[in-house]
């Protein structure tokens, strides 16, 4: 399973974007990025995935660098809502969530 | 659309005790996955089943974890005897079979408390 490296936790003010960043210098060239969450006493939720061009969705953007050795999620509004635990994670194309290996993700906190 | 459906959402028992858990998926999806959560990390896969049949269990304790899905739709997961090690967070996630599936849904999970 291809490794990914997130920060621990982050802060943002409510309302303001937040930019969640993800090293993945192993990528493959048939690996996905894909990035989920968990709000507290909650299961997992999907948020959004890409190969290699940037992808946006109503709940956030995915921007891949060129050389695909890192992406960052944005959130390009901060709610009390997004506090959560992200999970940054490299996918092989067409496999399921057996394939999916969390990490410890990266907390995010939303201060009003 | 319901989602994944998961119970108890809490249970506390004893070590050497067993226990059970339930997981009703999204309706049409073939494939269901249980996953552990022990506090502080994130979720590790414990066995997937693609309709009832087992695909990849090569995570589960199979001296004491236990899980069939009959039929093809609810499955179960069972722990016997728990040890203290097993508290976690178990959580039940199904998807679509086939090469095109790229989401995963989670249900809510169980905690799970062994005293």
């Known amino acids: 399973d291809a490794k990914t490296t997130q920060p621990n936790s982050m802060e943002s003010n409510e309302e303001e974007p937040v930019h969640l960043p993800c090293n993945h210098s192993?990528?493959?060239?048939?690996?996905?990025i894909h990035w989920y969450r968990q709000l507290p006493s909650q299961g997992p939720e999907y948020v959004i995935h890409g190969l290699t061009s940037n992808v946006n969705n109503r709940m956030a953007s995915l921007a891949i660098a060129e050389d695909r050795k890192s992406s960052t999620l944005i959130l390009h509004r901060a709610t009390l809502r997004d506090a959560a635990v992200y999970y940054c994670?490299?996918?092989?194309?067409?496999?399921?969530?057996?394939?999916?290996?969390f990490g410890t993700g990266t907390r995010l906190t939303v201060i009003p | 659309e319901a989602g994944v459906a998961q119970s108890p959402r809490y249970k506390i028992i004893e070590k050497r005790q067993s226990v059970a858990f339930w997981c009703n998926p999204i309706?049409?999806?073939?494939?269901l996955y249980w996953y552990q959560q022990i506090l502080g990390q994130g979720p590790k896969l414990l066995i997937q089943?693609?309709?009832?049949?087992?695909?990849?269990d090569s995570q589960l304790p199979k001296d004491r974890f236990s899980a069939e899905r009959l039929k093809g739709v609810d499955s179960t997961l069972k722990i016997q005897p728990a040890k203290l090690e097993d508290s976690a967070v178990y959580l039940c996630?199904?998807?679509?079979?086939?090469?095109?599936?790229?989401?995963?849904?989670f249900g809510q999970g169980t905690r799970l408390t062994v005293v």
């Open positions: 996630a199904s998807s679509l079979a086939g090469p095109r599936n790229t989401e995963a849904f």
């Open positions: 994670i490299l996918k092989e194309a067409g496999t399921g969530a057996n394939n999916l290996f």
């Open positions: 309706s049409g999806h073939a494939t």
């Open positions: 192993t990528i493959s060239g048939t690996d996905y």
């Open positions: 089943f693609q309709n009832n049949g087992v695909v990849d």
